[in-house]
C-alpha cells in the first residue's frame, strides 16, 4: 500500500541556518511527490512537485527537494531559513488511480530568532 | 483571486446537529476533493469529484456524510447526527483536466468543533 513517512515531528532551527526535511513513501510505480506547507489554522500551500525528469526539482520561497529512487526519498531543503518559514511541512504521494493524495504526519517547523 | 474558496471557516455545533460545508473550487478545474485533517495528522482523503459524478469514496465517509457536487461546479458536504469524534478541519482542493490533474490546490478549511 502507499504510505509517506516523515520521520521528524518536529525541528528547530535558527533563523539563516540551512534546513532539512525528511520524507520517505512507499509506492509501487513512479511516484508522483509533493510538498505542502500548512500555516496555523490555515489550508495548504503546493510548494514543489516531482513528476519524472531532473530529480532535483525547484520550488517557491526558495525550497528544492531532490528525489532519490534508492532511498525511496524526497527530502525538502532550504539553504537559509527565514522565519516566516515556521509552519507545518506536509510531503504527500499522488495515489495513481485512486486520484488521492496519500499524506505524512507532518513536520512542524519552529524558527529560532 | 480565483483560488479555492470554502464556507465557513469555522463552525460550532452541538453534538447531533446537522452540518454542511460548501467548497467553491478553481473555475476551470473539474476535479474536486474532500479530505479530513485532525490535530497532529495529515489530511485524509474522503471523497472524489469528476465533474458532478462521485467515482469514489473513502472508508472514513460513514453513512453519515454525504457529498454532492450538483452542477460540476461547487460542492457540499453535509455530515448528520455529528459526533464529537467529527471535530476536524475540513479540507477541499481541486484540479485541472489533463497533464496538470495531479497538482491539487487546497482551499482554507472549514474548521468544525462538536461540543
Known amino acids: 500500500a502507499q504510505s509517506v513517512t516523515q520521520p521528524d515531528i518536529h525541528i528547530t532551527v535558527s533563523e539563516g541556518a540551512s534546513l532539512e526535511l525528511r520524507c520517505n513513501y512507499s509506492?509501487?510505480?513512479?511516484?508522483?511527490l509533493f510538498w505542502y506547507v500548512q500555516s496555523p489554522g490555515q489550508g495548504l500551500q503546493l510548494l514543489l512537485k516531482?513528476?519524472?525528469?531532473?530529480?532535483l526539482v525547484q520550488g517557491i520561497k526558495g525550497f528544492e527537494a531532490e528525489f532519490k529512487r534508492s532511498q525511496s526519498s524526497f527530502n525538502l531543503r532550504k539553504p537559509s531559513v527565514h522565519w516566516s518559514d515556521a509552519a507545518e511541512y506536509f510531503c504527500?504521494?499522488?495515489?495513481?488511480?485512486?486520484?488521492?493524495?496519500?499524506f505524512g504526519t507532518g513536520t512542524l517547523l519552529a524558527v529560532q530568532p | 483571486d480565483t483560488g479555492v474558496s470554502q464556507d465557513p471557516r469555522h463552525k460550532i455545533t452541538k453534538r447531533g446537529q446537522n452540518v454542511t460545508f460548501r467548497c467553491d473550487p478553481i473555475?476551470?478545474?473539474?476535479?474536486l476533493y474532500w479530505y479530513r485533517q485532525t490535530l497532529g495528522q495529515g489530511p485524509e482523503f474522503l471523497t472524489y469529484?469528476?465533474?458532478?459524478?462521485?467515482?469514489?469514496k473513502s472508508r472514513l465517509l460513514s453513512d453519515r456524510f454525504s457529498a454532492e457536487r450538483p452542477k460540476g461546479s461547487f460542492s457540499t458536504l453535509e455530515i448528520q447526527r455529528t459526533e464529537q469524534g467529527d471535530s476536524a478541519m475540513y479540507l477541499c482542493?481541486?484540479?485541472?483536466?489533463?497533464?496538470?490533474?495531479?497538482?491539487?490546490?487546497f482551499g482554507p478549511g472549514t474548521r468544525l468543533t462538536v461540543t
Open positions: 509506492y509501487g510505480a513512479t511516484p508522483y
Open positions: 516531482y513528476f519524472s525528469g531532473d530529480t
Open positions: 473555475s476551470e478545474h473539474n476535479r
Open positions: 504527500a504521494v499522488y495515489g495513481g488511480a485512486t486520484n488521492k493524495l496519500i
Open positions: 469529484f469528476q465533474n458532478e459524478a462521485q467515482l469514489e
Open positions: 482542493a481541486s484540479s485541472s483536466r489533463g497533464g496538470a490533474s495531479y497538482e491539487q490546490y
